[in-house]
């Protein structure tokens, strides 16, 4: 099972990114989806999820209003839109999929992860 991400790279502070991925292999149209981040130095955080069928998203504070979590069923692909990117923002992110069908915010609860892609906003 394989979940690649891409879309990451350079951005300036204010500036828009979106991130795509794709699984292979496998489709995960019954299982929730969710994106992760790690800045260097620090531990892996939650910054999306969203349920099965796309009716349930949620968001950490320090995201809400500027990241946007959507799917594709059809495609299986999952994306992430990212508006008004800070510094902070800076990390890899990584997709990942759930064992279950909702969304969640642990960690534990994903089973297969994308390799990360990179971003990096510029203040």
């Known amino acids: 099972v394989q979940l690649q991400a891409s879309g990451g790279g350079l951005v300036q502070a204010g500036g828009s990114l979106r991130l795509s991925c794709v699984a292979s292999?496998?489709?995960?149209?019954?299982?929730?989806m969710g994106w992760f981040r790690q800045a260097p130095g620090k531990e892996r955080e939650f910054v999306a999820g969203?349920?099965?069928?796309?009716?349930?998203?949620d968001y950490p504070d320090s995201v809400k209003g500027r990241f946007t979590i959507s799917r594709d069923n059809a495609k299986n692909a999952l994306y992430l839109q990212m508006n008004s990117l800070k510094p902070e923002d800076t990390a890899v992110y990584y997709c990942?999929?759930?064992?279950?069908?909702?969304?969640?915010?642990?960690?534990?609860?994903?089973?297969?992860w994308g390799q990360g892609t990179l971003v990096t906003v510029s203040s």
């Open positions: 292999r496998r489709t995960f149209g019954n299982n929730g």
């Open positions: 990942a999929a759930n064992i279950y069908a909702g969304a969640s915010r642990n960690t534990n609860t994903y089973k297969y």
């Open positions: 969203i349920s099965w069928n796309g009716e349930i998203l």
